[in-house]
């Protein structure tokens, strides 16, 4: 690993203004090193360091108008989501309170108990990841000080049989319980971890600041290895009996009718995979003709977590709205 003096220096040098340099200084725990001078920490939404700027085209708006801050704000509602489901499956606890405050209103979580793991592969998985995104809460929540939102109301019950229901996994009148057994946590992890990935990538062409958009890209590193890892999970998981109440074949299976729902929200492009091709073969890394990942804009993301292919502020995992000013999916029905 880097020592934290060539961190800071990395820092310092990638750094749009001295507020930022502090900020992730802080972040990264490399303070004290005479890098920067001394000074309480301020906000995102300081003057310096939450200068709009114009970002390319999205579907809501023709031209719109965002700041970093509000980009890292809508990631770390995701951050929430995924910590909150992780630490649930491996702990049967959520966040401690001291990391849910902020700006917005707090909102609960229902839904959501440890899951009883049957192979110790899985176990460690969950753990592992769980702990990263408690870890990515919070960096962010660090990284934006005063600006940073509170976690937004998260739905981990009705939300995952609405989602299951949608791709055929569960029939209509059923339920679909992500914590009832290894089998139904991995679906579940992998409808948000593919999401995941594709938002980062397509939050990034919105951040301006260098800083940020690294610290982003770190981000999106991680997010990677987590969903390839949910991806071969369920693929190694094939021969085995799938999850209580789930209806089709395999893990495999399952995984197309997940991608085929989350295609069928975001618009018309059939952009999503599942983690076998059409020829049966593994497909753990979904990327385009040219092995590139490929992007979501935040409305596109919204419309998955919310469920639903219309412009809409609330639903889904989020039953009452994200927390800032990234919060309406885009209109695609």
Not at 147 to 171: E, N
Not at 176 to 200: I, M, P, Q, S
Not at 218 to 232: C, K, P, Q, S
Request: charged residues 20%; aromatic residues 8%.
């Amino acid at each position: 690993m880097f020592g934290k003096r060539y961190a800071a220096s990395m820092i310092n040098r990638s750094a749009e203004n001295e507020q930022d340099r502090r900020r992730f200084l802080r972040a990264a725990g490399v303070t004290g090193l005479g890098v920067v001078g001394a000074g309480a920490l301020g906000g995102v939404a300081g003057p310096a360091a939450a200068a709009m700027t114009a970002v390319p085209a999205v579907k809501e708006t023709a031209a719109a108008q965002i700041s970093d801050g509000a980009v890292l704000n809508f990631a770390l509602n995701l951050e929430y989501l995924e910590a909150e489901f992780y630490l649930h499956a491996v702990t049967g606890n959520g966040l401690a309170d001291s990391l849910t405050t902020g700006t917005g209103t707090r909102g609960g979580v229902t839904g959501g108990r440890a899951v009883r793991f049957k192979t110790k592969a899985a176990r460690q998985y969950a753990q592992e990841i769980a702990g990263d995104e408690k870890a990515h809460v919070a960096f962010l929540r660090t990284a934006l000080g005063s600006a940073a939102v509170s976690r937004p109301a998260i739905d981990l019950q009705a939300s995952f049989t609405a989602a299951a229901q949608a791709a055929g996994l569960v029939r209509k009148g059923q339920s679909f319980d992500a914590f009832a057994c290894e089998e139904n946590f991995l679906l579940a992890a992998y409808l948000f971890e593919d999401v995941g990935v594709t938002a980062y990538k397509g939050a990034a062409p919105l951040i301006s600041n260098k800083t940020y958009l690294e610290a982003a890209a770190g981000i999106l590193a991680v997010e990677a290895y987590h969903a390839a890892n949910i991806r071969t999970a369920l693929y190694q998981h094939s021969g085995g009996i799938l999850g209580l109440g789930l209806l089709g074949r395999d893990l495999r299976e399952a995984s197309v009718k997940l991608s085929n729902a989350r295609d069928s929200l975001d618009g018309t492009s059939d952009l999503d995979q599942g983690v076998v091709d059409r020829e049966g073969r593994a497909n753990i890394v979904p990327t385009d003709a040219n092995g590139i990942a490929f992007s979501r804009t935040p409305g596109q993301v919204l419309n998955i977590v919310y469920l639903t292919p219309k412009a809409a502020t609330s639903g889904g995992f989020f039953p009452k709205g994200v927390n800032g000013d990234v919060n309406t999916s885009d209109a695609n029905g």
